[in-house]
Every structure is written in structure tokens, then in C-alpha cells.
């Protein structure tokens, strides 16, 4: 048996990827991916704790997560198109008119 | 079985008027206005005399409870009416004077374009009159105190386009709430020490007190503090000052409010709280005094003034005064009775003055009068009548009421009686001077531009002005009504039967003093020849003066020189007042109220703090760069240090 310490050491290299990859991209595509990266490094934790706790809502809250993560992959990469369309570039840099 | 008495309709009944006429007279007829004034000001009257009728069948003192108002933890003040012989006399004088009035104002401001506005605020005035009147909570009667108070301004500033007419408003206003605070005081310690305001309630726990013959104490102080809130409504020193200045106002309103009825609420106050004041003789003491200089002082003034209704208007102060010192000596059904016929005459000398004002189209100046009495026969004859009336010549109304005070006074202290029957000499003086300089000798308003001192709404001065006119008969019917009242109202006080119908009122204190009356019946006689005489040497004297050696009083004032000249100033009182308290006020309002505390505390202060965010705004607004990652950054900083401290929460444990 994997001890759990196993699992939340991995989920926290995970979501610590996905936080870097976040601060040092600049294409939007790869900082979405690492937001993914830091839903599913979360989820495994949920799904370790359920597993060592023998409790379910821990993977309930995954489906939930999941569901959740696939929404807003949609809606993201809906509004990435927009933005290319727009300003023919994925740089968020660049994405900037928020700026006073 | 006691009747129902209905006793809320007689003060809503001119509220209603008020309220049509405030609401849709605007756009009504002249007639229809009137029509509805005087129905709802005569219905008020008509309800009166029936309850007047019903007064011998019901059990006295008759209350009646309309509506809750306030009821907290024990305190109780509703919207309840208490009837007794006081409040009936009141209730009589203030619907019966106060619908003559309605009358001759149809005629008397029929060409003012504020017709609507001045029957509206009119029956408003009796609505608050009557509250104040039959209250059955002093809570209640300080809404009626405050309203008449409120109407009065209104109706003194009732030209309001004209400066002095508005600043005489204001004066009036603001001298009144000087006395205000004191009565309001009063109340305040009636509450914390009786818990109630209800007079029944009140004057039963008041009862078995005894009296404060030694020091002063509680009552002593309450009795004080109510005399201060009288002080200021009924113009005595040293709140007397706006009375003068409110002759601003209609003269119809001169009669009504500041005569015949509001200006008496003073002394109905103290009298309705003879309890407090019979056990608190130093605070009678102080009644006494001021109304006795109040009269001797205000008459003074009156016989130097010029202006016809500046001369009623110091009289009224020094009858006032009169009915203070009866109340003062403890004589309050004397004092009552004296404001029955006060209310009679005084209105009617102001109606009358307004019929010679109406005459010569708006000249308010005696000098510029003067042989009126041929060209105005019915307002001479009414004038005479009321003249004679409260100069005090038998039979007429004021002799019995002012002797019937005199008698009482001198029975409390000499000097009173002594200051008193000089007040009568001076009183007699300044109203036959008043009645001589207007009505006999030749008329002078030939010689000047009538036109120029119209009054501005006063409508007159477009027809005249060859020879004054007598004025139409609704404005001299009243006049009429009010003569006769002016003759015969004083023999109810024969053989004290207005002082025994209202013994129930006040007690065993008039019966004591009604004990001690018999012996001295003699005296009473003499001193009542007495006053008769001085009345009639103070008619004569004006005789002298102003008619048979008309030289006179020219002379005499050149030889008083500094003395004429401070009581034709009115004793500068005005000026003192504004020296000693409107300008510091001013001053002191303006320099550190305005330009210390206001401007550079509060304003400052507001500006400052605005500066002070808009500069960290302007400062923080650099961290908003618009760069997506280094938000980013912000957020994992943050919750790198939220987590590290959890961790540092949890190690520690």
C-alpha cells in the first residue's frame, strides 16, 4: 500500500508545476493548461484523502471538480478564440486594455 | 346623565376650514372663501354655546378622550379634552371674539390678493386657540401654545413682501421661544417629579403639598419657569418686545391674536395652574412684580406713540400686565375676568382702529387724523364706547374687571394697588389722547399724500381720497356686537358672580378672600370712587391737551427733553436688546460659529480627508498594471504566506 504522504507530495509538485507554469508563460494556451494542471494536482489529493479515509465525498468532489474544470475549458477557450480573432496574438502581455 | 359634549369638534371644526381654504381657496371665489371660513369658525361658536347650554347637566370637570397619543411606561399624554368653568369662559370668548373677527375681516380684507391665505391661516389660529384651551395635558396645550404661536408668525408676517412685516414675524417667533424653553423646563420637572402632565392628575398630587412660604423650592421653581413661558406669550417684561412690532400684521389680526385671545394664553396658563402657583408664593411674588411694571411701564410708552395701533399695542401689553398682577396677588378669577373684557374692548378699539385705518385709507398716524368723528360716526361711537371701557368709567366692561383686580391688589399689598391706579390714570390719558387726536379737532390728511402710505395691500388708496368713509356694514356690525358686549359684559362681575362661577375652579383660596371682602365693603367703595376719579382726571387731562389748548404737549415734551425723548424711544429697549444679545449673537455666530467652527473645522476637516484619499487612491491605483501574470503572482504570494501560516498554526500546536 502507497502511504498517503506518497500522493500529497506528488499533488503538490503538480500544483506547484501548474503555479510556475502559470507566472512564467505568456501563451495563453499553456497558462490554461496549467490551471488544469493545478485542478488535477488538487484532485488527486481529494481522491487520496477519500481513499485513506474510506470516505466518498472526496471523489464526489472530483466528479464536481471535473464537471466544473470541463465547463470552463470551454468557456476559456471560447473566450481565447475571441481574443485571437481580435488581437491575433496569444500573448497575455499584450492582453492588456484592463490597464488604466 | 352627562351628555356627550363632543367637545373635538369645536377645535376641528375651524381646522377643516383652514384646510379648505388653505387647499383649494386659491382657486375659489372671494364669497366662497369668506363662506366657508365663517361657516366653519361660526359652527366652532354655535357648538360652544351648546355645549355652554349642556354645562349645568354635566359633572364638572368634564373630560373627554378622543385618541391615544403618547404612552410610555407610565406616562400618559393622549388627545383628550377637560371642560371646566375656566376653559368655558375661555371657550366663549375665544369662538365669540374670534367669529366677529372672521366677520369684519371679510369686509376689511376683501381686496387683498392673499384673501384665501389669510382665512385659511385665520381658522387655523382658532384651531390651535381652542387645542390650546381645552387640553386636558399641559403636552396637548403646548401644541396648541406652539401652533397659535406658529399662525401668529404667519399672520403678523402676512404681507411678507414687506421687510419689516417678515423681520416682525421672526422677532415674534424667536422672543416666544425664549419663553418657550422656560415653560417646556417647567414641564420637564412637572414630569420627572409627578410623572404626568395630565392637570387632573398633576394638581391631585400637587395638593397635599404644602405651601413654600419658606425658601423656594420645587414648585417655586416649576411656578417660575411656567411664568417665564407666559412671560413670552403674553408680552410681558422682559419679553414684551415683539408685541409692539407685531402690529405689522392685518389689523384684524392685531384684534384677534395679538388683543383678544393669544396674548391672553399667558395668563389662562397660570391661571389653569393656580395649584402649583398657590403653593409657591414666591413664584406668585414674581407674577405680581412683573405684571405690575409691565403695565406701569407699557402704558408709559403708550403715551408717547404716534401710531394708532402701536398705542393699542403697548395698551395691551399694560392690560396685560393687569391680569398678571391679579393672577400674581392671587386674585386669578379677577384676572380671568378682566381678560373676558379686555377681549372685549381691546378687540374691538383694534377693529375699530382698522375701520380709521380702512377710513383714510391706510394712515396709520394719529397726527394726520383728526375730526374724524363726522365723516366715521359709527366707528366713533363704537370707539368711544370702548374707550371708556378701558379707561374703567362705570358701567362699562373695564371699570368692574380692572376695579374688581385693583381691590384685589390692594387687599395684597398697597403698592400694587398704588402702581395699579396710576397704570388707570395713564391708561385713561393715552385713550382719550388716542380718541381726541383722531376723532375731534380738524382732519390733516388734506395736507399730505395719503396715497404714499397706503398699506400695499390694501386696496383703497385707488378710489380715495377726498373724505374718509365710513366702512361697510359687515365690517362695523361687529363692531357693534362688540360695543355692546364692551357695555354690558361687565355686570357679570356684580356682586362677584363671575368670581363664583369660578370658584369651583379655584377654590378655597377665593373663598377666603370673598370672607374677608364683607367686612371691608366700605373700603372697596372708596377705593372703587377712587379709581373712577382718576379715570375721569385722566380723560380730562387728555382734554386739556390734545383738544381745548392743542399747544400744549409740544411744550411739555421740549421741557421733559431727554426723559420725552428715551419713553418716545421706547426706553431703547430694543437697541439694548440688540447690543446685549443680537449682536454678540450675531457676532459671536459669525466669527467662530461660521468662519472658526464651521469653515475651517467641519469643511476642512471633510476636504481633508477627501484630498487625503483621493492622493493614496491616486498612489495605490500604480499596482492595477494590466499585467495578467503578475496579478497572478499577487494571488500565489498571498497564498504562499496564508498557507505558511496555517503550517506555522499547526507546528506550533
Known amino acids: 500500500m502507497v502511504p498517503l504522504s506518497y500522493y500529497l507530495v506528488l499533488s503538490g509538485i503538480l500544483f506547484a508545476c501548474g503555479v510556475v507554469g502559470f507566472l512564467i508563460k505568456r501563451n495563453i494556451i499553456t497558462i490554461f493548461m496549467s490551471i488544469e494542471l493545478m485542478l488535477n494536482g488538487v484532485n488527486l489529493s481529494f481522491v487520496a484523502f477519500a481513499a485513506h479515509w474510506h470516505a466518498l465525498a472526496g471523489q464526489v468532489f472530483v466528479f464536481f471538480v471535473m464537471v466544473v474544470a470541463a465547463a470552463e475549458a470551454t468557456v476559456g477557450l471560447a473566450i481565447i478564440i475571441a481574443v485571437y480573432r481580435t488581437r491575433e496574438t496569444l500573448n497575455v502581455d499584450q492582453v492588456n486594455l484592463l490597464k488604466l | ?653
Open chain 2, 1 to 653: 346623565m352627562t351628555p356627550t359634549l363632543n367637545l373635538w369638534l369645536i377645535p376641528v371644526l375651524p381646522l377643516a376650514g383652514a384646510a379648505i381654504n388653505g387647499f383649494f381657496g386659491k382657486k375659489s371665489s372671494r364669497t366662497a372663501v369668506s363662506t366657508i371660513a365663517l361657516v366653519f369658525c361660526g359652527a366652532a361658536f354655535a357648538w360652544a354655546l351648546r355645549v355652554a347650554w349642556h354645562f349645568s347637566s354635566v359633572s364638572l370637570p368634564y373630560q373627554e378622550y378622543l385618541a391615544h397619543w403618547i404612552r410610555i411606561s407610565g406616562f400618559t399624554a393622549d388627545f383628550a379634552f377637560y371642560l371646566d368653568q375656566l376653559s368655558l369662559v375661555m371657550l366663549l370668548v375665544v369662538t365669540g371674539v374670534g367669529f366677529l373677527i372672521h366677520v369684519y375681516s371679510v369686509g376689511y380684507m376683501w381686496d387683498d390678493p392673499g384673501y384665501y391665505r389669510f382665512f385659511s391661516y385665520l381658522n387655523l389660529f382658532m384651531f390651535f386657540m381652542l387645542t390650546l384651551v381645552l387640553a386636558n395635558n399641559y403636552l396637548l396645550m403646548f401644541i396648541g401654545w406652539e401652533g397659535v404661536g406658529l399662525a401668529s408668525y404667519l399672520l403678523i408676517g402676512f404681507w411678507f413682501t414687506k421687510d419689516s412685516a417678515a423681520s416682525a414675524g421672526k422677532k415674534a417667533f424667536i422672543v416666544n421661544r425664549i419663553g418657550d424653553f422656560g415653560f417646556l423646563i417647567g414641564l420637564f420637572l412637572l414630569i420627572q417629579h409627578f410623572g404626568s402632565l395630565n392637570f387632573a392628575d398633576v394638581f391631585e398630587k400637587i395638593r397635599p403639598i404644602a405651601p413654600e412660604t419658606a425658601g423656594a423650592g420645587l414648585l417655586t421653581a416649576i411656578g417660575i419657569l411656567l411664568m417665564v413661558g407666559a412671560c413670552g406669550k403674553s408680552a410681558q417684561i422682559p419679553l414684551y418686545v415683539w408685541l409692539p412690532d407685531a402690529m405689522e400684521g392685518p389689523t384684524p389680526v392685531s384684534a384677534l391674536i395679538h388683543a383678544a385671545t393669544m396674548v391672553t394664553a399667558g395668563v389662562y396658563m397660570v391661571a389653569r395652574s393656580h395649584v402649583i402657583f398657590e403653593r409657591a408664593p414666591g413664584a406668585l411674588t414674581v407674577v405680581a412684580i412683573i405684571g405690575t411694571l409691565t403695565a406701569l411701564f407699557a402704558a408709559t410708552i403708550g403715551i408717547t406713540q404716534t401710531d394708532i395701533k402701536k398705542v393699542l399695542a403697548y395698551s395691551t401689553v399694560s392690560q396685560l400686565g393687569y391680569m398678571f398682577m391679579a393672577c400674581g396677588v392671587g386674585a386669578f378669577s379677577a384676572g380671568i375676568f378682566h381678560l373676558m373684557t379686555h377681549a372685549f374692548f381691546k378687540g374691538l378699539l383694534f377693529l375699530a382702529a382698522g375701520s380709521v385705518i380702512h377710513a383714510v385709507g391706510g394712515e396709520q398716524d394719529m397726527r394726520k387724523m383728526g375730526g374724524l368723528r363726522t365723516y366715521i360716526p359709527w366707528t366713533f361711537l363704537t370707539m368711544g364706547i370702548a374707550t371708556l371701557a378701558i379707561a374703567g368709567i362705570p358701567p362699562f366692561a373695564g371699570f368692574w374687571s380692572k376695579d374688581e383686580i385693583l381691590w384685589k391688589a390692594y387687599q395684597a399689598n398697597w403698592i400694587y394697588w398704588l402702581i395699579g391706579l396710576v397704570t388707570a390714570f395713564i391708561t385713561s390719558f393715552y385713550m382719550f389722547r388716542l380718541l381726541f387726536m383722531t376723532f375731534f379737532g380738524d382732519y390733516h390728511g388734506h395736507q399730505v399724500d395719503a396715497h404714499g402710505h397706503a398699506r400695499p395691500a390694501h386696496g383703497h388708496d385707488d378710489h380715495s381720497h377726498g373724505e374718509p368713509h365710513e366702512s361697510p356694514a359687515v365690517m362695523l356690525v361687529p363692531l357693534m356686537i362688540l360695543a355692546v358686549l364692551s357695555v354690558v359684559g361687565g355686570l357679570v362681575g356684580i356682586g362677584n358672580g363671575f368670581e363664583h362661577f369660578l370658584a369651583p375652579v379655584f377654590g378655597t383660596g377665593e373663598a377666603a378672600s370673598a370672607a374677608g371682602e364683607g367686612a371691608s365693603h366700605g373700603m372697596e367703595l372708596l377705593l372703587m370712587f377712587v379709581s373712577v376719579l382718576v379715570a375721569a382726571s385722566g380723560a380730562v387731562l387728555a382734554w386739556v391737551l390734545y383738544v381745548s389748548k392743542a399747544y400744549l404737549p409740544q411744550k411739555i415734551a421740549d421741557t421733559l427733553g431727554g426723559f420725552y425723548s428715551a419713553v418716545l424711544n421706547k426706553y431703547y429697549v430694543d437697541e439694548l436688546y440688540a447690543a446685549l444679545f443680537v449682536k454678540p449673537l450675531v457676532d459671536g455666530s459669525t466669527h467662530i460659529l461660521w468662519q472658526g467652527v464651521d469653515r475651517k473645522v467641519i469643511d476642512d476637516s471633510i476636504n481633508d480627508a477627501a484630498d487625503g484619499a483621493l492622493h493614496v487612491s491616486d498612489n495605490v491605483r500604480h499596482m492595477q498594471s494590466g499585467n495578467l501574470r503578475s496579478y497572478a503572482g499577487w494571488i500565489a504570494a498571498g497564498s504562499a504566506v496564508v498557507i505558511a501560516y496555517m503550517i506555522w498554526l499547526g507546528v506550533g500546536r
